[in-house]
């Protein structure tokens, strides 16, 4: 039981470090920006398996083709989510690799989840992955270098 109690710890913990630095390094990020009033203030959520996820409302106002959430969109999410991965264990990165791969298409007027997972710390870089899912399908996948921030 005390490693239930424990894993909670680190979540509140992780999501707190999150938090923090989002308001203090990213206020006016378009994505996740506490600060941005034209922003989609995407709120991510630090999970027990040291994930972070953030739900999204796939509006029209996002699509390219009729029906189809435009791809940048969906990269930026991906990118957000990475960003918010390592804001939860204390690390302000800036990207310096993407590479996106889009499975099928996102339905707008849909939700989505957007996760993403440190997958190494090779400081002062950060290798980290991220996924886009509608309907508990993964409609894209991306991966990306980070480079610690200064």
Do not use: W
Request: with cysteine.
């Amino acid at each position: 039981m005390s490693k239930n109690l424990s894993e909670i710890v680190d979540v509140r913990t992780s999501q707190a470090t999150l938090e923090s630095l989002c308001a203090t390094e990213h206020a006016e990020c378009l994505m996740c920006g506490p600060a941005n009033p034209l922003g989609l203030k995407l709120r991510f959520k630090a999970q027990p398996d040291g994930s972070v996820l953030a739900m999204f409302a796939c509006r029209e106002a996002f699509q390219s083709y009729p029906e189809m959430l435009h791809g940048g969109v969906i990269s930026a999410l991906l990118d957000a989510a990475m960003t918010n991965a390592l804001f939860s264990i204390g690390v302000v990165g800036v990207t310096v690799e993407l590479t996106v791969r889009f499975l099928a298409s996102v339905a707008i007027n849909r939700g989505a989840v957007v996760r993403a997972f440190i997958e190494k710390d090779a400081h002062p870089l950060f290798y980290v992955r991220a996924e886009l899912e509608q309907d508990r399908k993964i409609m894209a996948r991306a991966s990306a270098k980070f480079m610690v921030k200064g």
